[in-house]
Antibody
Framework: EVQLVESGGGLVQPGGSLRLSCAASGFTFTNYWMNWVRQAPGKGLEWVANITPDGSENYYVDSVKGRFTISRDNAKNSLHLQMNSLRAEDTAVYYC????????WGRGTLVTVSP | EIVLTQSPGTLSLSPGEAATLSCRASQSVTNSYLAWYQQKPGQAPRLLIYGASSRATGIPDRFSGSGSGTDFTLTINRLEPEDFAVYYCQQHGSSPITFGQGTRLEIK
């Protein structure tokens, strides 16, 4: 059974940093692009970043470029999102996500950026 | 990137009626990698349909998906009270993955 379990969310002040992690199991992690998707309170779903299977390339939505870094550890089947210079508008539930023929999601971790 | 436009924004119907939700893509969706989700407050998105027309495990056959290319439809027959929620479409055939803005299905 595919499982994606996010961790690392919490309350952080504007300008602060947070590192999210996603533990993956039940599939061949090294075969898939991985994504982070977020959902701000009362808003829709927004793709944030993705990374190639070997970790050599990554891509970001414009609003997080230069502040967020996606990475993966294929030896540990884990995905990470380092978030720096956090802003109030980064407040959201962050989901670990990948797709094969069908999509798979974790349950999400809440990040709150507030003084 | 592929832009997905969902319509209508809000749909007001009564239990027992049928709902038709639309998702239109700005470019053709590769391999019909189009998914539909249901989301209720405080919950993660629940996968309903993938590959445009395949029901996910445990989804009642009242839910059906159709379409290809740039036009996709989610149909919900015989609406139950628990079906009133927000519905999103997603394409994952091209990077980056993108989502529609959502359709709110509310009780009339």
């Amino acid at each position: 059974e595919v499982q994606l379990v996010e961790s690392g969310g919490g309350l952080v002040q504007p300008g602060g940093s947070l590192r999210l992690s996603c533990a993956a199991s039940g599939f061949t992690f090294t075969n898939y692009w991985m994504n982070w998707v977020r959902q701000a309170p009362g808003k829709g779903l927004e793709w944030v970043a993705n990374i190639t299977p070997d970790g050599s390339e990554n891509y970001y939505v414009d609003s997080v470029k230069g502040r967020f870094t996606i990475s993966r550890d294929n030896a540990k089947n884990s995905l990470h999102l380092q978030m720096n210079s956090l802003r109030a508008e980064d407040t959201a539930v962050y989901y670990c996500h990948f797709t094969s023929r069908r999509p798979y999601w974790g349950r999400g971790t809440l990040v709150t950026v507030s003084p | 990137e592929i832009v997905l436009t969902q319509s209508p924004g809000t749909l007001s119907l009564s239990p027992g009626e049928a709902a038709t939700l639309s998702c239109r893509a700005s470019q053709s969706v590769t391999n019909s990698y189009l998914a539909w989700y249901q989301q209720k407050p405080g919950q993660a998105p629940r996968l309903l349909i993938y590959g445009a027309s395949s029901r996910a495990t445990g989804i009642p056959d009242r839910f059906s998906g159709s379409g290809s290319g740039t036009d996709f439809t989610l149909t919900i027959n015989r609406l139950e009270p628990e079906d009133f929620a927000v519905y999103y479409c997603q394409q994952h055939g091209s990077s980056p993955i993108t989502f529609g803005q959502g359709t709110r299905l509310e009780i009339k």
